[in-house]
């Protein structure tokens, strides 16, 4: 069965970085665009970042662009979240996912993609 597995959060104080990782198995991962979201008690989920299968083509909202950088490794079925300049409102539960799309493809709507991970909470501290 597919598989996403998170890693990397935890407790970081503002203006700090944290790197976060998901593994994915269970699937041919080279055929699947994938993207971070994240969600904070009471909000809904927000995207946070999205690449395409390839690489080649990723999208940041306004609220992290310029400080997060998504990143993935298609040998070792990896993709990365490189979060740096942290805020206080970044805090939340950080999740991977994962959807078939075309080769240049970033999916940005959360409704559209087939598989998540379990998430890694990410606490900034002012």
């Known amino acids: 069965q597919v598989q996403l597995v998170e890693s990397g959060g935890g407790l970081a104080q503002a203006g700090g970085s944290l790197r976060l990782s998901c593994v994915a198995s269970?699937?041919?991962?080279?055929?699947?665009?994938m993207g971070w979201f994240r969600q904070a008690p009471g909000r809904e989920r927000e995207f946070v970042a999205g690449?395409?299968?390839?690489?080649?083509?990723?999208r940041y909202p306004d609220s992290v662009k310029g400080r997060f950088t998504i990143s993935r490794d298609n040998a070792k079925n990896t993709v990365h979240l490189q979060m740096n300049s942290l805020k206080p409102e970044d805090t939340a539960v950080y999740y991977c996912?994962?959807?078939?799309?075309?080769?240049?493809?970033?999916?940005?709507?959360?409704?559209?993609?087939?598989?998540w991970g379990q998430g890694t909470q990410v606490t900034i501290s002012s």
């Open positions: 996912a994962a959807v078939l799309a075309g080769v240049r493809i970033v999916v940005v709507r959360s409704d559209a993609y087939r598989y």
């Open positions: 269970g699937l041919t991962f080279s055929n699947y665009a």
């Open positions: 690449i395409s299968r390839s690489g080649g083509s990723t």
